[in-house]
C-alpha cells in the first residue's frame, strides 16, 4: 500500500539560504499545513505498480512535492531525478525516505497520474489562504486569453499522411512478434511515402501536386488494407486485443486525414476548421488564430488574475471561441468560486461588447473596463475617467502574468501528449506561479 505522508522530516533536511532555498521553504510549509489534499492525490495515484513486498512506491506526499519541482524549476524528469539526488535542498523539499533514489521513469509515472481537478482543487486551497491572509482578495479581477500549443509539429496534408504511412507500418512490424502475425506478406511503403511527400513540398502547380497526392493517398489505403488483413487473422491473445485497439484508433483517424485531402486536393473544398485533423499524435489541438497572428495549434485558455498577480482561474477552452463569448462565463465561475461577483473588473478590448457590459453590471460588478472602447462610453463603464484609466492600466500587468506563465512556467508549449494530460499539465503550471508568489508575498 502507498504510503500517504512523510510525518516526521529528517533532522539532516536543510535549505539552502537561496532566494530559491527561501521559496521551497516556504512552499513546503504551505503543503504541510494542507495534508487534507494527499486523499485527492492518493485517489488519482491509486496502487498502481505498487507490490505486496519490496518497496512501496514514493509516498503520495512526495509525489506532490515532485512535480511542485518539475513545474516550478521546469526541470525535464531526467533532470529532476538528478536534482533529487544531488540537491539538499530539492530532496529535504521532497521529503523523500532515506536512500530513496526516483528514476525519471518513476517520476514520470507517477506524476503524470495526477489529474487535472486535482490541481484545480490545490489551487482553489492556495487562494482561500491568500484571501484569508489579505494576500488575494478577488475583488480586482483582469481577464485575457492566450494558445498553449500541443506537442506537435505544423501540419500539412502530405506530411499527415507520411505519418499515417509510418505509423501503420510500425503497427504492421509489432504484429510479426503475435499469434498468427506471419502469415501475411505486405509491403514497406515508407519510403515512396517519404519521397511523395518531399515532392510535394517542393513542387509547384496544382496538377503536379494532384498526381503526387494521389500516389501517396494510394500508398496510403494499400498499408490500411494490409493492416486490416492482417487484424482479421491475429489470435485472440490479450497482446492481440491490445494491437486490434491501438489499430482502430489510427485507423479511424487517418480515414479522416485521406477524406481531408481529397476535399482540399481533388474537390478543390475549403474544408472548415472543425472538421480538420492537425495530428495524428494529438488529434486533441485545435486550430487557433489569435489576433491575426500566426496559426498555432494546441488550445485557448482564458484567464482570471487578481491584484497580486495569482491566476485566479483558467480555463481550457473547445475549439477557437470569440473572446467576447467567454467574458460572462469567466465572471460568473468566479462568483461560483468566491460567492460574490468581484467590485472591478478588467479585460482586454476583443471581450467588448455592450451586452456584457450590461450584463455585468446586472451581476454586481461596479466598474467594468475594456482596453479598446469599441462604442461603449467610459461613464457606462465605471464611475470616473480615472478609474477607467485605472482599471485600463491594471488589465496591462496581465500581460507580463501570461508572459512569466510561458517562460518559466512552459505554458508556451505543453510536452505531456494527450487531452487530459495537456489539462493538468496547464493546471500543474498555475499551481506552481501561484505557489511562488505565495511564498514572496507572506510574510516570514
Not at 512535480?67 to 524528469?77: H, I
Not at 463569448?325 to 478590448?349: I, K, N, T
Not at 485605472?390 to 510561458?406: D, M, P, T, V, Y
Amino acid at each position: 500500500m502507498r504510503q500517504k505522508r512523510i510525518i516526521q522530516s529528517s533532522l539532516f533536511d536543510l535549505f539552502a539560504d537561496h532566494q530559491i532555498g527561501r521559496e521551497l521553504k516556504a512552499i513546503s510549509g504551505w503543503l504541510d499545513a494542507h495534508p487534507e489534499l494527499l486523499p485527492l492525490l492518493a485517489a488519482d495515484l491509486g496502487e498502481a505498480g505498487i507490490k505486496d513486498t519490496g518497496r512501496q512506491g514514493l509516498p503520495v506526499e512526495s509525489v506532490l512535492r515532485c512535480a511542485v519541482l518539475k513545474q516550478y524549476r521546469q526541470l525535464s524528469y531526467e533532470e529532476l531525478a538528478f536534482h533529487l539526488e544531488d540537491s539538499c535542498s530539492f530532496r529535504a523539499f521532497a521529503r523523500l525516505p532515506l536512500a530513496l533514489r526516483p528514476k525519471k521513469s518513476v517520476l514520470q509515472k507517477t506524476i503524470s497520474r495526477i489529474g487535472a481537478q486535482t490541481w484545480e482543487q490545490v489551487n482553489q486551497a492556495l487562494l482561500r489562504d491568500a484571501r484569508q491572509e489579505k494576500l488575494e482578495r478577488g475583488t480586482l479581477v483582469r481577464i485575457d486569453s492566450t494558445v498553449c500549443e500541443a506537442l506537435m509539429h505544423a501540419p500539412s496534408d502530405s506530411s499527415l499522411l507520411c505519418d499515417s504511412v509510418r505509423v501503420m507500418t510500425r503497427l504492421l512490424k509489432q504484429a510479426a512478434s503475435l499469434p498468427g502475425g506471419t502469415a501475411i506478406v505486405w509491403r514497406n511503403r515508407q519510403r515512396l511515402a517519404r519521397k511523395r511527400a518531399l515532392a510535394i513540398r517542393y513542387s509547384r502547380g496544382k496538377d503536379k501536386k494532384a498526381r503526387l497526392y494521389r500516389d501517396l493517398i494510394d500508398a496510403t489505403q494499400a498499408t490500411m488494407a494490409s493492416l486490416r488483413s492482417l487484424a482479421l487473422h491475429l489470435g485472440s491473445s490479450i497482446e492481440s486485443a491490445a494491437w486490434r485497439l491501438e489499430v482502430e484508433h489510427y485507423l479511424s483517424l487517418i480515414e479522416r486525414v485521406i477524406d481531408q485531402s481529397r476535399r482540399r486536393v481533388f474537390a478543390g473544398e475549403r474544408v472548415p476548421t472543425a472538421d480538420k485533423l492537425v495530428s495524428l499524435f494529438e488529434p486533441h489541438a485545435e486550430i487557433i488564430v489569435k489576433g491575426g497572428r500566426d496559426v498555432q495549434y494546441g488550445h485557448k485558455l482564458n484567464f482570471s488574475t487578481g491584484k497580486s498577480g495569482m491566476i485566479l482561474d483558467v480555463v481550457i477552452e473547445d475549439g477557437n471561441p470569440a473572446d467576447a463569448a467567454r467574458f460572462l462565463p469567466m465572471l460568473e465561475r468566479h462568483v461560483a468560486m468566491y460567492g460574490e461577483p468581484p467590485r472591478q473588473s478588467a479585460a482586454d478590448g476583443g471581450f467588448a461588447s455592450r451586452d456584457n457590459l450590461k450584463q455585468a453590471k446586472a451581476i454586481g460588478v461596479r466598474d467594468v473596463a475594456f482596453h479598446k472602447k469599441c462604442g461603449l462610453r467610459i461613464e457606462d463603464m465605471a464611475k470616473s475617467k480615472w478609474v477607467y484609466r485605472q482599471l485600463r492600466n491594471f488589465r496591462a500587468g496581465i500581460e507580463a502574468g501570461i508572459s512569466c506563465l510561458k517562460r518559466a512556467y512552459g505554458l508556451t508549449r505543453c510536452t505531456w501528449r494527450g487531452i487530459e494530460h495537456f489539462k493538468s499539465y496547464v493546471w500543474s503550471s498555475v499551481v506552481a506561479n501561484n505557489l511562488a508568489i505565495f511564498a514572496r508575498l507572506k510574510p516570514t
